[in-house]
């Protein structure tokens, strides 16, 4: 199987799973606040849809895509404007959304360059980027539901796209990018482990592949984590490490005392 078809069925597998927690929803329920402060479950949804729609865009035409960034505010200001549509209507919009999604990105080449609201990016990390999207706001609306999921293979692809960002990381907040070399060796699901980075770096984080995607896509302070930190560039990283595009992140309160 090639890049672009793994990362498609894994997409899918994704959309699957999240869709599994919203199908027995009632109206009521989409109105349940998520970890993401002022958001409700309904936000978390309109969020994705209306990404989705972005990248079909960005994907087809570039230019329009890019044209558009001008008139782009906030991702709090789409979640206002979407707050008037019934969640018949915005489970369709989202369902409607992924489909066109699927289809645009599987006529990519997985080398093929395409904008976005951070650095462009090959098709192969787009897909990723919109796997990691999936997985974080699905991460949200199981939070909001009290429903514990279990990590699959699946979060190899969100592990890359963190430890990839690390640079962004920085430079999105107007840092220098660190010299020293970090790497990362996580235990899957499976019992394997899933490294990356050079041996014998500056810094190493070491613990669950599922802690490492939870602090990366700032679904939980870095505190609330088992994670292993050794050597200050390792520390200095994740304390503000950022796996998707935009503005800094506000991250999440520690929980634990």
């Known amino acids: 199987m090639d890049l672009m078809a793994e990362l498609l069925d894994d997409l899918r597998a994704e959309t699957a799973s999240l869709e599994a927690l919203l199908d027995p929803l009632g109206d009521e329920d989409w109105e349940r606040p998520t970890p993401a402060e002022g958001w409700a479950i309904r936000d978390q949804v309109s969020h994705l849809a209306w990404f989705d729609d972005a990248a079909v865009r960005a994907a087809t035409d570039p230019g329009g895509f890019q044209a558009s960034l001008a008139g782009f505010t906030s991702v709090d200001d789409l979640a206002l404007e979407a707050r008037g549509m019934p969640p018949a209507e915005l489970r369709a919009w989202f369902r409607a959304a992924r489909s066109r999604s699927l289809e645009v990105f599987a006529a990519l080449d997985a080398r093929e360059r395409v904008p976005w609201f951070g650095p462009a990016m090959s098709a192969a990390s787009f897909v990723t980027a919109r796997l990691m999207e999936t997985w974080a706001h699905g991460q949200d609306v199981a939070d909001a539901l009290g429903v514990t999921r279990e990590p699959t293979a699946r979060l190899r692809h969100v592990a890359m796209m963190g430890f990839r960002a690390r640079p962004y990381s920085f430079a999105v907040r107007g840092l220098p990018v660190?010299?020293?070399?970090?790497?990362?060796?996580?235990?899957?699901?499976?019992?394997?482990?899933?490294?990356?980075?050079?041996?014998?770096?500056?810094?190493?984080?070491?613990?669950?592949?599922?802690?490492?995607?939870?602090?990366?896509?700032?679904?939980?302070?870095?505190?609330?984590?088992?994670?292993?930190?050794?050597?200050?560039?390792?520390?200095?990283?994740?304390?503000?490490?950022?796996?998707?595009?935009?503005?800094?992140?506000?991250?999440?309160?520690?929980?634990?005392?």
């Open 178 to 257: 660190p010299a020293e070399t970090v790497r990362a060796e996580l235990a899957m699901p499976d019992g394997t482990t899933w490294t990356a980075g050079p041996e014998g770096a500056d810094g190493l984080v070491r613990g669950t592949v599922l802690d490492f995607c939870l602090a990366v896509t700032q679904r939980v302070h870095l505190s609330d984590t088992a994670l292993e930190l050794t050597g200050e560039p390792a520390r200095a990283w994740m304390e503000i490490a950022q796996a998707f595009a935009g503005p800094p992140g506000k991250g999440r309160a520690p929980r634990s005392g």
